[in-house]
């Protein structure tokens, strides 16, 4: 599977609507936003399959890191390693 950039369409300003129709849709436009790391905090946005894939790709490493930072130092951060 080729890794692309996924191209994310603008949100076009609707006209004619209700003071609180469009009120309702500016705030879903902000929240989707957010959510898609366009505006705001980035450690707000959410995580995508892409991401996951790699992570998971890369497990290895990741359970070598966890088990030198984590389990060997018995700093049991996450409150499931240790017994």
Do not use: H, Y
Not at 51 to 61: A, D, G, K, W
């Amino acid at each position: 599977m080729a890794s692309r950039a996924t191209r994310i369409p603008s949100f076009a300003r609707l006209r004619g609507l209700p003071p609180d129709a469009q009120k309702t849709l500016d705030a879903i436009k902000q929240i989707i936003e957010t959510r898609e790391g366009l505006r705001g905090d980035p450690d707000d946005r959410f995580v995508t399959v892409r991401e996951l894939t790699s992570l998971l790709s890369n497990s290895e490493i990741i359970t070598k890191i966890i088990t030198t930072t984590v389990v060997e130092s018995g700093d049991d951060v996450f409150g499931f390693f240790m017994a």
